[in-house]
């Protein structure tokens, strides 16, 4: 079964969006609101939202790190140093950390 992509206003007024995996895990989400609900589809579709058809994050440094509890985490920043991503969970094994970053636009 698919992920599937939510859109939605916050209690702000900000546009962003989470991705569901098929066991009601959430695997992706904005890590901030945006005004524009334009740019809120242009970071989904950097995470991988309809295949990111304009390829977009292709220059992102992607980090991968263990957090205090000795779980992997993975952190994306765009190239003009914004963070654009990171994960929404811990993972005992490195390998389903990785797996979650490509799920999300990591290229491996």
Request: glycine letters at 12%.
């Amino acid at each position: 079964m698919a992920d599937t992509w939510e859109f939605y206003e916050d209690k702000a007024g900000e546009h962003r969006w989470r991705c569901t995996a098929s066991n009601g895990n959430i695997i992706g989400a904005a890590t901030e609101g945006y005004k524009a609900k334009a740019s809120c589809t242009a970071n989904a579709e950097r995470h991988g939202y309809n295949g990111n058809p304009n390829n977009l994050g292709g220059a992102d440094k992607w980090e991968f790190y263990e957090d205090k509890a000795g779980e992997h985490r993975w952190r994306r920043t765009a190239s003009n140093g914004e963070p654009v991503g990171r994960s929404t969970e811990g993972y005992k094994a490195k390998a389903s950390c990785e797996a979650n970053a490509k799920r999300m636009g990591w290229s491996g």
